[in-house]
């Protein structure tokens, strides 16, 4: 039996990103189908820490926007209250 046959039954039950996803933040049960190929498949841990990875930096990124937002609506809401005080 070669690599490449013994890989294949594994592959075709490796769960999409979405259910690796749940798996990476803990939302599987332990004892679910796909928890427990998740743990024993190569395939799917290697794919997983690469959507942790992919994960970290989008978070960052929107983490950064999201600062960059919020300090923006501040500034805005900073000039409306002086200028509404302003105007009384
Ligand atoms: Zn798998």
Not at 18 to 37: K, N, T
Not at 44 to 54: A, H, P
Not at 57 to 72: F, H, S
Request: charged share 25%.
């Amino acid at each position: 039996m070669t690599d490449a046959f013994k890989a294949q039954p594994f592959a075709a039950r490796c769960p999409s990103d979405e259910v690796l996803g749940l798996y990476g933040v803990g939302e599987l049960p332990p004892c679910h189908p796909a928890a427990v190929h998740i743990s024993a498949c190569p395939m799917c841990r290697r794919r997983l820490r690469q959507l942790e990875e992919g994960l970290v930096l989008w978070r960052e990124r929107i983490l950064a926007e999201c600062a960059g937002i919020a300090i923006e609506q501040i500034k805005l809401n900073v000039h409306r209250k002086l200028r509404e005080e302003q105007a009384c």
